[in-house]
């Protein structure tokens, strides 16, 4: 992202919940001059003391009254929506901007009815994604923008969680996840997230989870370690998605792509092209930095809402509406052992044409 001057004012900023990384985004948030702390809330009032010392704000273990006797621009949201969500709601209605770590929310239902509320008060809610912002990636959007996606019929995505892994930054602790929820929401939403804005919304999936804890109860109330999914698109276009939690230290995260001109690797900080008989076109790595990643996320937000009329906000609640609906589809087609829709969970709720498509 090319660096830009600072607009004249920062947006009033709070922060609700302050899991182990938490700090370092905050920290990453601050250093952007886009946004200024005036109140920081968590269940423990020890530590939201302690980083409302360092801003020089509030502090708050009661998340009724930080709602309410607050007035900030943007909400920061890290604790997992289970626990917030009457607040998160208290926020929109009171014409507050929403960052909410992943996931969006937890399930499909609360995400349309969430980005219902914030249509209603014209504000803006986004899933706090910093793979997006990875070079390698933005890069591949870049080169699909400029070629016809008909080429392509086979698309692979397979995530390893590996040292090497572009860890996602999810809002929910392992030990917080319910049931039937683990891996393709916390881990995996970028991903998905990546295969809808780039390959529009798949018409139905097919999904298979497992759980391998040894422990049979423990299966009944941890989420999944491991997906397989198949894809089908319009357009001629299949493709598989596969997340393992026990597969050591694998690739990071590679998107490979197959066309009958062209096939491509992606990863966050590489994307290499080859001829339909594999030779090499060209092949760009790029250097690649989390906490660069995740500034640039906090600074196309920021800019959006201070300098509208200068700055478009890269993705908004479509994308992530979008993807909370093929998350649920996989989850449903695991529980029915049949191909699911998408596209249905947009019927049933009867909300805006289904995007994506």
């Known amino acids: 992202m090319t660096e830009q001057p600072a ?28 946004y200024e702390i005036i109140s920081i809330a968590d269940t423990n009032l020890a530590n939201a003391n302690k980083a409302a ?28 929506i289970s626990r917030c969500v009457e607040f998160v709601k208290m926020a929109i209605s009171k014409k507050c901007h929403i960052v909410k770590l992943i996931p969006t929310a937890m399930n499909f239902e609360l995400a349309a009815e969430i980005f219902d509320l914030i249509k209603k008060n014209n504000v803006r809610y986004v899933t706090a994604a910093p793979t997006r912002f990875a070079p390698g990636y933005e890069r591949l959007a ?64 097919y999904a298979l989870l497992t759980n391998q804890s040894p422990d049979k109860k423990a299966k009944q109330y941890f989420g999944e370690d491991t997906v397989t999914a198949s894809l089908v698109f319009r357009e001629r276009l299949v493709g598989t998605f596969l997340a393992a939690r026990q597969t050591g230290n694998g690739s990071v995260a590679p998107v490979r792509i197959y066309g009958s001109k062209q096939n491509i690797i992606a990863t966050p900080n590489r994307l290499v092209i080859y ?18 990643c995740i500034t640039e996320m906090f600074i196309d937000f920021g800019r959006a809402l201070l300098e509208p009329d200068k700055y478009k906000m890269r993705n908004g609640y479509r994308l992530d509406l979008a993807t909370m609906a093929l998350i649920e589809a996989a989850y449903l087609s695991a529980k029915t052992g049949m191909p699911e829709s998408p596209g249905r969970f947009f019927e049933i709720s009867e909300k805006e044409k289904f995007p994506f498509v």
């Open 7 to 34: 607009p004249t004012r920062k947006l009033k900023t709070a922060w609700l919940g302050l899991n182990p990384r938490a700090v370092g985004l905050l920290e990453s948030a601050c250093a952007t001059g886009l």
């Open 53 to 80: 010392q360092i801003y020089n704000c509030t502090a708050f273990d009661d998340y009724r009254q930080f709602i309410l006797q607050n007035q900030p621009e943007v909400l920061i949201v890290a604790e997992p």
């Open 142 to 205: 870049d080169f699909l923008r400029t070629n016809d996606r008909r080429d392509f019929y086979f698309v692979n995505i397979c995530a390893t969680f590996g040292s090497d892994f572009f860890q996602p930054i999810a809002s929910c602790e392992k030990s917080q996840r319910s049931s039937g929820r683990g891996v393709l929401l916390n881990e995996c939403f970028e991903l998905i997230s990546l295969l809808v804005e780039n390959f529009a919304m798949p018409t139905q999936v």
């Open 275 to 292: 001829d339909e008989n594999n030779n090499l076109i060209s092949e760009n790595k790029y250097p690649l930095s989390a906490e660069k």
